[in-house]
């Protein structure tokens, strides 16, 4: 049995309310589990993982009730900066010597369908997420362009991939309007997009194939029985053959110390008011995403009503920063000074997990009978539409895909519930400190 001590995602309780949230208009979604349910699958979490997993698993036949704590979207797959990038956080060519060449091409294969299995959703279903293609990583660093070319010709050459541009500084500095960056790397095979409007025309997708959804229902803890398993909130319980946990950041306690493979971080957004678009293609003109090359990154992009999305800056801590529109404010205005002279609109945070080498984790526990995936590591838009397939895919029979994903290795973050979060935050000084040069 396995219980839920904590509350993450009270942490938000008290933020001012995010720009995608009052962009989408509310879904009709029950608003609380108040009967016992008998069902197949009990799916735990309102984010892409849970609503991906509940909308395969309905079309294959099988009885779903997904049940979310807060509100559809609450967590990260509606908080975070609506990159849709192929790929993982780390380079192929890192995977290829980590997990060998053939192993790493069946993740850079499964990134490929990542991304076109959001495109099918919103191709298909005609969800209007504004998306857009193309994300451009900036280098920060003067010799980034050494291994922006190197990444061209080594994916060029091994994985037949032709998507990559290269922009020397002056092409950078025609892109955007900025002079901390010497050169640039676009991906044009890579898309943003309004996370919570993706999530909610998937999530409108799952409430007409008749899945009851659940919202401010929290799960309390998860038992085993003879047959499978039986989900408990406060006041009601779920029997399931299956449990699918898609909470990633906010997992806390829910599956004992399987927590201690990941960290959760927090990340920072905030929204100026609308520049219209002329003004803001002064900043970006091809309204491409951005990311940078250090490692606490940040990371743009223009929303479809054209205000500025910037994020970055991290803690470590199990609160949020009292003050988001500041923190992250400081670091936009070291890029783009003249957005000094624009109202910000917006601030928010949001838990995202981090595993040590960047490596989502997929796994089961309770003698197969709860199943889960996480820690996508900043990479979660695609990751986490795939991992919904892949989850169905294991409970019909299928699990060659997922096994795959389980098969990578993950250490365990030392210090146990009272130390993971200092000593995670000390071992990357070194990075932060780089950054700083």
Same mark, same amino acid.
């Given at each position: 049995?396995?219980?839920?001590k904590k509350n993450t995602f009270?942490?938000?309780?008290?933020?001012?309310?995010?720009?995608?949230?009052?962009?989408?208009?509310?879904?009709?979604?029950?608003?609380?589990?108040?009967?016992?349910?008998?069902?197949?699958?009990?799916?735990?979490?309102?984010?892409?993982?849970?609503?991906?997993?509940?909308?395969?698993?309905?079309?294959?036949?099988?009885?779903?009730?997904?049940?979310?704590?807060?509100?559809?979207?609450?967590?990260?797959?509606?908080?975070?900066?609506?990159?849709?990038?192929?790929?993982?956080?780390?380079?192929?060519?890192?995977?290829?010597?980590?997990?060998?060449?053939?192993?790493?091409?069946?993740?850079?294969?499964?990134?490929?369908?990542?991304?076109?299995?959001?495109?099918?959703?919103?191709?298909?279903?005609?969800?209007?997420?504004?998306?857009?293609?193309?994300?451009?990583?900036?280098?920060?660093?003067?010799?980034?362009?050494?291994?922006? =070319?190197?990444? +061209?010709?080594?994916?060029?050459?091994?994985? !037949?991939? /032709?998507? &990559? #541009?290269?922009?020397?500084?002056?092409? $950078?500095?025609?892109?955007?309007?900025?002079?901390?960056?010497?050169?640039?790397?676009?991906?044009?095979?890579?898309?943003?997009?309004?996370?919570?409007?993706? =999530?909610?025309? +998937?999530?409108?997708?799952?409430?007409?194939? !008749?899945? /009851?959804? &659940? #919202?401010?229902?929290?799960?309390?803890? $998860?038992?085993?029985?003879?047959?499978?398993?039986?989900?408990?909130?406060?006041?009601?319980?779920?029997?399931?053959?299956?449990?699918?946990?898609?909470?990633?950041?906010?997992?806390?306690?829910?599956?004992?110390?399987?927590?201690?493979?990941?960290?959760?971080?927090?990340?920072?957004?905030?929204?100026?008011?609308?520049?219209?678009?002329?003004?803001?293609?002064?900043?970006?003109?091809?309204?491409?995403?951005?990311?940078?090359?250090?490692?606490?990154?940040?990371?743009?992009?223009?929303?479809?009503?054209?205000?500025?999305?910037?994020?970055?800056?991290?803690?470590?801590?199990?609160?949020?920063?009292?003050?988001?529109?500041?923190?992250?404010?400081?670091?936009?205005?070291?890029?783009?000074?003249?957005?000094?002279?624009?109202?910000?609109?917006f601030s928010w945070g949001g838990?995202?997990?981090?595993?040590?080498?960047?490596?989502?984790?997929?796994?089961?526990?309770?003698?197969?009978?709860?199943?889960?995936?996480?820690?996508?590591?900043?990479?979660?838009?695609?990751?986490?539409?795939?991992?919904?397939?892949?989850?169905?895919?294991?409970?019909?029979?299928?699990?060659?895909r997922f096994n795959f994903f389980?098969?990578?290795?993950?250490?365990?973050?030392?210090?146990?519930?009272?130390?993971?979060?200092?000593?995670?935050?000390?071992?990357?000084?070194?990075?932060?400190?780089?950054?700083?040069?």
């Open positions: 049995m396995f219980h839920n009270e942490q938000h309780d008290n933020e001012s309310i995010s720009f995608y949230r009052q962009s989408v208009d509310n879904l009709n979604i029950l608003n609380k589990l108040e009967n016992n349910l008998d069902v197949d699958v009990c799916v735990i979490g309102g984010g892409l993982t849970g609503v991906t997993s509940a909308f395969h698993l309905a079309t294959k036949g099988y009885k779903v009730v997904l049940l979310e704590a807060r509100n559809i979207g609450w967590g990260a797959s509606g908080r975070n900066g609506g990159q849709l990038s192929i790929g993982l956080r780390k380079s192929q060519q890192f995977l290829e010597k980590k997990l060998g060449m053939s192993h790493a091409k069946e993740l850079w294969n499964l990134g490929l369908e990542a991304v076109g299995e959001a495109k099918h959703f919103i191709s298909k279903y005609n969800i209007l997420c504004a998306i857009q293609s193309g994300v451009m990583q900036a280098g920060y660093y003067s010799k980034d362009f050494i291994s922006f =070319l190197k990444d +061209i010709e080594h994916m060029q050459k091994f994985y !037949n991939f /032709n998507n &990559y #541009e290269f922009f020397d500084l002056n092409q $950078i500095q025609d892109q955007i309007n900025s002079k901390k960056y010497y050169s640039g790397l676009l991906n044009k095979s890579a898309y943003h997009l309004n996370p919570l409007k993706y =999530l909610y025309g +998937i999530t409108k997708v799952l409430l007409n194939l !008749n899945v /009851n959804i &659940y #919202e401010n229902s929290p799960v309390e803890r $998860i038992e085993e029985t003879n047959d499978g398993v039986k989900v408990k909130t406060k006041q009601c319980a779920v029997k399931a053959k299956y449990a699918v946990v898609g909470c990633n950041g906010y997992l806390d306690n829910l599956l004992g110390k399987v927590r201690h493979k990941f960290m959760p971080i927090n990340n920072y957004i905030i929204a100026t008011e609308p520049l219209g678009e002329k003004k803001a293609r002064e900043f970006i003109h091809n309204n491409y995403a951005v990311c940078d090359t250090r490692f606490i990154i940040d990371y743009y992009r223009f929303s479809e009503d054209w205000r500025m999305l910037f994020g970055g800056g991290e803690t470590y801590t199990s609160t949020f920063v009292k003050n988001p529109k500041t923190f992250v404010s400081n670091r936009m205005y070291k890029i783009f000074p003249d957005l000094k002279n624009y109202k910000i609109d838990s995202l997990a981090i595993t040590v080498n960047r490596l989502p984790h997929f796994g089961t526990i309770m003698n197969g009978k709860i199943l889960y995936a996480h820690g996508y590591s900043g990479h979660g838009l695609g990751l986490s539409t795939l991992a919904g397939k892949l989850i169905a895919e294991k409970i019909s029979g299928f699990a060659d389980e098969s990578i290795g993950h250490i365990t973050i030392p210090g146990g519930d009272f130390l993971r979060r200092p000593i995670y935050a000390s071992s990357i000084g070194y990075y932060k400190f780089r950054d700083l040069l």
